[in-house]
Nanobody, 115 residues
Framework: QVQLVESGGGLVQAGGSLRLSCAAS????????MGWYRQAPGKERELVAT???????NYVDSVKGRFTISRDNAKGTVYLQMSSLKPEDTAVYYC?????????WGQGTQVTVSV
């Protein structure tokens, strides 16, 4: 079946950068919107960024100017470039996409930003 496989999380100091990747796998004939969510300890899952099939993007206010979402349609991959990371960015990050008309989630990758 189709699925999303993400990677790129890790431990970084405040002010550092990380790049998350999320690749669709399986027999895929259509990918619509893609995005990234995060869930910090003790907090609800938060929508961080989205990118539409036409390339239009949206970001939660707290990451504007620091994070960039992009996609490579040929590879079926969505990326989240994170810079100027802050401790409050610490969370498990999950990618999401509409694959073949159905929602799919990545397995999550931990991002920890130390002070």
């Amino acid at each position: 079946q189709v699925q999303l496989v993400e990677s790129g999380g890790g431990l970084v100091q405040a002010g550092g950068s990380l790049r998350l990747s999320c690749a669709a796998s399986g027999i895929i004939f259509r990918i619509d919107a893609m995005g990234w969510y995060r869930q910090a300890p003790g907090k609800e899952r938060e929508l961080v960024a989205t990118i539409a099939s036409n390339g239009g993007t949206n970001y939660v206010d707290s990451v504007k100017g620091r994070f960039t979402i992009s996609r490579d349609n040929a590879k079926g991959t969505v990326y989240l470039q994170m810079s100027s990371l802050k401790p409050e960015d610490t969370a498990v990050y999950y990618c999401n996409a509409i694959l073949n008309g159905r929602g799919a989630w990545g397995q999550g990758t931990q991002v920890t930003v130390s002070v």
